[in-house]
């Protein structure tokens, strides 16, 4: 992939409540660019409206939010530009949100992969690490660690920058 200095991006991946929204977060505060926050979460019920909630709080104002649990790359393509900082949280949401609505994954997630290299600005992307636990007992938990998996490859293959965040501590892996 040839270098374009329009765009930047970084990709952070943890584990559940590793640190790595927090720390993606003050990646795109640190630009001093426009802030732009790409929700892929739904909130099927009141717990998941309370982590929302929270999410929100926690960024606090000067975001511009942007809810996209099915149709990120469109959302991310219209947001991103030079002035701009976009924050996608995140993709593993994103493809249960796919599976759930019986979606083409793999040719999402291959869109996804294939948009980067148009964008500009900075694009911070979250994705959790799903492959390092036990093998799931069943088809369709087989089948989303999966995804995610071969989706993780292929933005972490796109990305200028890679971060592994683990008890809140940020691993360079590339860039």
């Known amino acids: 992939m040839a270098a374009d200095k329009?765009?930047?991006?970084?990709?952070?991946?943890?584990?559940?409540?590793?640190?790595?929204?927090?720390?993606?977060?003050?990646?795109?505060?640190?630009?001093?660019?426009?802030?732009?926050?790409?929700?892929?979460?739904?909130?099927f019920d009141d717990e998941m409206?309370?982590?929302?909630?929270?999410?929100?709080?926690?960024?606090?104002?000067?975001?511009?939010?942007?809810?996209?649990?099915?149709?990120?790359?469109?959302?991310?393509?219209?947001?991103?530009?030079s002035?701009?900082?976009?924050?996608?949280?995140?993709?593993?949401?994103?493809v249960s949100n796919l599976m759930l609505a019986d979606k083409d994954v793999e040719g999402q997630s291959a869109g996804l992969a294939d948009c980067l290299r148009?964008?500009?600005g900075e694009i911070v992307i979250v994705a959790n690490e799903v492959g390092l636990?036990?093998?799931?007992?069943?088809r369709m938990a087989r089948?989303?660690?999966?995804?995610?998996?071969?989706?993780?490859?292929m933005i972490a293959a796109q990305a200028d920058t890679v971060y592994f965040v683990a008890a809140g501590l940020p691993l360079k892996m590339k860039g």
Not at 83 to 94: E, K, P
Not at 143 to 153: C, S, T
């Open 49 to 81: 409206r309370a982590r929302i909630a929270a999410h929100r709080s926690d960024r606090g104002e000067g975001w511009i939010t942007h809810e996209a649990p099915l149709e990120l790359v469109e959302t991310l393509t219209s947001s991103s530009a």
């Open 143 to 153: 089948k989303f660690r999966d995804h995610a998996g071969r989706l993780n490859q």
């Open 6 to 43: 329009t765009r930047n991006v970084t990709f952070v991946l943890g584990g559940a409540r590793s640190g790595k929204s927090r720390f993606a977060e003050n990646i795109v505060t640190d630009t001093c660019l426009d802030r732009h926050y790409i929700a892929t979460g739904q909130a």
């Open 133 to 138: 636990g036990i093998v799931p007992d069943n």
């Open 83 to 94: 002035q701009n900082a976009v924050l996608v949280d995140c993709l593993t949401l994103w």
């Open 118 to 120: 148009h964008l500009s």
